[in-house]
């Protein structure tokens, strides 16, 4: 498994002009900003292309780029370098927003995009499930995202209730 | 060796952020390991994986959901 390796396909991919602009979220991610976290899949959202002619936009051009490239899928997963890796269009203004305002950064001299660290966290607020809490509390701990650009984002996208009831629960009951 | 709980937990924490700080590229190879021990793990449950377990259903976005991509 080489995530890397994947990261240079997905730009070769873009180049070429199958996707538009695209920013990796999840866990791979928060790792950008956080200690390495177990996961078993890349999420990446993609601005995708309609192609001519069609109203529904199809991840065909993508499984047939990376097919022809010797990626196999496994159900709805493409493996490219061995990593699972799922393409998503942005299903909500959030996301859609943490699409347009991803991050460049840089590995050893390859470029990626990633989903701001203020983003991952409202986007694991609005999401909600334990493990996404649990990341949340994670930046938390860190002090890896800004509160003022955070907050923004909350009140923009009707999260501030939200992150009030996760503050009482997780932040302020402490023994 | 300590036992001191308190200890241990800001033992844990500053190695944490020890990790959290290293270069981006060593910690995406650090991912690349732990993602191969985690799928080993997941094949090696998947064989005595019990009926009836109760588990969370781990599709993370409305794009998933609306997908009908839940597992």
């Given at each position: 498994?080489?995530?890397?390796?994947?990261?240079t396909i997905i730009n070769q991919m873009q180049a070429d002009g199958v996707i538009g602009r695209y920013a990796?979220?999840?866990a791979v991610g928060a790792t950008f900003y956080l200690e390495p976290v177990t996961t078993l899949d890349v999420d990446i959202f993609?601005?995708?292309?309609a192609e001519p002619g069609k109203l529904i936009l199809s991840l065909r051009p993508?499984?047939?780029?990376?097919?022809a490239r010797g990626c196999p899928t496994e159900g709805e997963y493409i493996v490219i370098a061995g990593w699972p890796v799922q393409f998503l269009p942005p299903g909500t203004p959030l996301v859609e927003e943490a699409l347009n305002e991803a991050i460049e950064h840089d590995i050893d001299g390859?470029?990626?995009?990633?989903?701001?660290?203020?983003?991952?966290?409202?986007i694991a607020l609005q999401v909600g499930r334990a493990k996404d809490k649990a990341r949340l509390l994670q930046f938390v701990e860190a002090g890896a995202f800004e509160a003022a650009r955070f907050q923004s984002i909350l009140t923009r996208h009707g999260l501030v209730d939200r992150w009030q009831q996760f503050e009482r629960q997780f932040l302020r009951d402490q023994p | 060796m300590s036992f001191d709980l308190q200890r241990v937990l800001e033992s844990k924490r500053a190695y944490r952020q020890k990790?959290?700080?290293?270069?981006v590229a060593e910690k995406l190879r650090l991912l690349d390991e732990l993602c191969e021990r985690a799928h080993a793990i997941r094949r090696a449950s998947a064989a005595v994986h019990?009926?009836?377990?109760?588990a969370e259903d781990p599709?993370?976005?409305e794009a998933k959901r609306r997908a009908g991509k839940t597992r």
């Amino acid at each position: 498994m080489n995530i890397k390796e994947a990261i240079t396909i997905i730009n070769q991919m873009q180049a070429d002009g199958v996707i538009g602009r695209y920013a990796i979220a999840g866990a791979v991610g928060a790792t950008f900003y956080l200690e390495p976290v177990t996961t078993l899949d890349v999420d990446i959202f993609v601005a995708f292309r309609a192609e001519p002619g069609k109203l529904i936009l199809s991840l065909r051009p993508i499984y047939d780029y990376l097919a022809a490239r010797g990626c196999p899928t496994e159900g709805e997963y493409i493996v490219i370098a061995g990593w699972p890796v799922q393409f998503l269009p942005p299903g909500t203004p959030l996301v859609e927003e943490a699409l347009n305002e991803a991050i460049e950064h840089d590995i050893d001299g390859e470029p990626v995009r990633v989903f701001s660290a203020e983003h991952l966290c409202a986007i694991a607020l609005q999401v909600g499930r334990a493990k996404d809490k649990a990341r949340l509390l994670q930046f938390v701990e860190a002090g890896a995202f800004e509160a003022a650009r955070f907050q923004s984002i909350l009140t923009r996208h009707g999260l501030v209730d939200r992150w009030q009831q996760f503050e009482r629960q997780f932040l302020r009951d402490q023994p | 060796m300590s036992f001191d709980l308190q200890r241990v937990l800001e033992s844990k924490r500053a190695y944490r952020q020890k990790l959290a700080a290293r270069p981006v590229a060593e910690k995406l190879r650090l991912l690349d390991e732990l993602c191969e021990r985690a799928h080993a793990i997941r094949r090696a449950s998947a064989a005595v994986h019990e009926p009836g377990k109760v588990a969370e259903d781990p599709a993370p976005y409305e794009a998933k959901r609306r997908a009908g991509k839940t597992r």
